[in-house]
């Protein structure tokens, strides 16, 4: 089992910059994939980023140029860097673990971190 517990979230204004963090333990060997996911009001939950390893990574195209997923395995730690937030950013994140454990896959969420952007 893998746990997740994400922070950075807040109020920033449009244009503005927030990083967020997801930090993981337990199992965290397991870990395949770390994802970031984004529920807007009202809307159901998108997938924004991942990235497997330490480098393969991959973005939504609504945040492609503006958001970075990075991953700091020594600390069990996974970032995302999210740059010129627009009001359609706002809500929740979420962090989620793709996992392989006897060669069964899991998936493990969050809490999540609440965005809000606005002027």
């Known amino acids: 089992q893998v746990h997740l517990v994400e922070s950075g979230g807040g109020l920033v204004q449009p244009g503005g910059s927030l990083r967020l963090s997801c930090l993981t333990s337990g199992l965290t060997f397991s870990i395949k994939t770390m994802q970031w996911y984004h529920q807007g009001p009202g809307k159901e939950r998108e997938l924004v980023a991942s990235i497997t390893g330490i480098d393969d990574t991959n973005y939504a195209d609504s945040v492609k140029g503006r958001f970075t997923i990075s991953r700091d395995i020594a600390n069990d730690m996974v970032y995302l860097q999210m740059n010129s937030l627009k009001p359609e950013d706002a809500g929740n994140y979420y962090c989620?673990?793709?996992?392989?454990?006897?060669?069964?896959?899991?998936?493990?969420w969050g809490q999540g971190t609440q965005v809000t952007v606005s002027s």
């Open positions: 989620r673990a793709l996992t392989v454990v006897a060669g069964k896959e899991n998936a493990q």
